[in-house]
């Protein structure tokens, strides 16, 4: 059950609507026994965030045993939050994060660990990147990353490419952004989208921050292939060179993206370790 808050002055115990800068946002709480440390889900974009909301409460589910409180807020213009995309940007969604995090700690957590997954690793490195936390790091785990947010945005137009294609019609990212510049809203798996919001997506500063110089990362693949695809090979050697990188590529099905809702236990299970200090 959910309830209202505006200032959330007390720490919720429950999940919860609360007002932000960008508007009325939908607040998922897994509670914990203690509330000594957080963990902050930064979830996929668009439809691949409702493939995977049962993996994520499975997971929180299982973090609050282990005595780790958990948030995810469903960013404005998206999921149970009010105001729809073609009204909302990224520096909104940051600001909204950056409030979040200011709650934590004013609710008395000790530390903060981030699950970031697909476009939320965008947004974690994003928020690093342009922001002071007022918590320390404990853990980071990443789910499956994006790391180009250019790329991401030509992910997401293909699915209108798809659509187009699926009723007889031709278009072409080049086409959307054309449309977007001329003042048009696209939209695209149901998401009014407008060139504000994108060029806002373009502008994210999503390289690798330099707060996490030297610290451990988790980076859990999903994939079919028994070897490790040459793009994710460049970017773990990278990445190696800046931080304690831990990765671990899983053979499972990408459950984002699945028509039926799929499992993801192992990944479940790898994080658990993680966080509960396992190997």
């Known amino acids: 059950m959910t309830h209202l808050s505006s200032l959330l002055p007390k ?15 939908f607040l998922s709480v897994t509670k914990a026994k203690t509330a000594t440390h957080a963990v902050v889900i930064l979830p996929p974009f668009a439809e691949e965030m409702n493939k995977s909301r049962h993996i994520i409460k499975q997971c929180t589910t299982q973090l609050a045993e282990h005595n780790y409180y958990s948030f995810m807020l469903d960013n404005y213009g998206t999921g149970d939050s009010e105001g729809d995309l073609d009204t909302a940007t990224i520096e909104l ?12 700690a004013d609710w008395g ?7 970031a997954i ?11 990147n342009l922001h002071s936390l007022p918590l320390p790091i404990k853990h980071l785990v990443l789910w499956q990353p994006m790391f180009d947010a250019s790329r991401f945005w030509q992910q997401f137009c293909r699915i209108k490419v798809a659509e187009a294609m699926a009723s007889g019609e031709k278009t072409s990212q080049k086409q959307l952004e054309q449309q977007l510049e001329q003042g ?87 994080t658990i370790n993680q966080f509960a200090g396992a190997e």
């Open 11 to 25: 720490l919720p115990n429950q999940s919860c609507f609360c007002a932000m800068p960008s508007g009325l946002n």
């Open 93 to 104: 969604w940051r600001i909204d994060l950056a409030i979040l995090m200011q709650k934590i």
């Open 109 to 115: 957590f000790q530390s903060v660990s981030f699950i």
């Open 118 to 128: 697909r476009f939320g690793a965008l947004q974690l490195f994003d928020l690093l």
């Open 184 to 270: 048009q809203i696209v939209e695209i798996a149901g998401y009014p989208i407008n060139s504000s919001f994108v060029q806002s997506i373009l502008q994210m500063e999503s390289t690798f921050p330099a707060v996490l110089n030297n610290s451990l990362l988790s980076w859990f693949e999903l994939s079919k292939l028994d070897n490790i695809a040459l793009p994710v090979q460049k970017m773990r050697d990278s990445l190696t060179e800046k931080c304690l990188l831990h990765f671990n590529q899983i053979k499972a099905e990408a459950f984002w993206q699945t028509s039926e809702l799929a499992e993801a236990n192992k990944l479940i299970a790898l």
